[in-house]
């Protein structure tokens, strides 16, 4: 089994629809995130999560809405979406230590195509 | 501001034909620099990280370079399995990476 395992891997919605993307991590990581990626841009970090806290939140439309029960499982709810947030959305996780780097592990990826 | 710059966009190379891919930046604090393989359609995967100019890794094909600007991740005789997008990406803080846009390799046989 992956690492970091997302589903689902294609989703399609509509404007008006509620749909949710989930993560889990298999390697007992203590932060997780969720990164956007659209064409000829770079990853976007949208939200971190440290020991199940908050940490970061990256000036994101509150269309978008994380939630982290536990240090293994991550979702991202989406709401009332517009096209132009097709993209790949990246989960990762990442074991937070002290002031040196960390390597962050991505999942799969979960391609989002609003209509 | 924190800037993280990837040349070339795109770069063909015969199978055999060694080559280099740049990645320049402009932080205040560098935690670490990460290089990261994406194929199409698939999440990155990671393949090396650098904290310090000097510092060089190696894994199969590749080897990672760090000065104090730029990281080079050099390619000798690829082959065409190594077609990918390269990611370069710089910490500064415990949270995040800030990414490049990406070098799409494409190795012909």
């Known amino acids: 089994e992956t690492g970091v395992t997302q589903t689902p891997r294609h989703l399609v919605m509509g404007m008006t629809n509620k749909k949710s993307l989930k993560c889990e991590q298999h390697l007992g990581h203590n932060a997780m995130y969720w990164y956007k990626q659209s064409a000829k841009k770079p990853l976007e970090l949208m939200f971190v999560y440290s020991l199940e806290e908050r940490v970061e939140n990256n000036s994101v439309p509150s269309r978008f809405s994380p939630e982290c029960p536990n240090s293994s499982h991550l979702f991202l709810h989406l709401h009332t979406l517009q096209p132009e947030d097709s993209a790949l959305y990246l989960c990762a996780s990442s074991q937070l230590q002290g002031s040196s780097g960390n390597t962050i592990y991505f999942g799969e990826g979960s391609w989002l195509t609003v209509v | 501001e924190d800037q993280v710059t990837q040349s070339p966009e795109a770069l063909r190379l015969q199978e055999g034909e060694s080559s280099s891919l740049n990645c320049s930046y402009t932080?205040?604090?560098?935690?670490?620099l990460f290089w990261y393989r994406q194929d199409p359609g698939k999440g990155p995967e990671f393949l090396f990280t650098l904290y310090s100019a000097g510092e060089e890794k190696e894994k199969e094909r590749l080897k990672a370079t760090l000065t104090k600007k730029e990281s080079f991740l050099h390619i000798t005789a690829p082959k065409p399995e190594d077609s990918a997008t390269y990611l370069c990406a710089v910490q500064t803080g415990a949270n995040n990476l800030f990414f490049g846009t990406g070098t799409r390799l494409t190795v012909i046989p």
């Open positions: 932080v205040s604090g560098l935690r670490g």
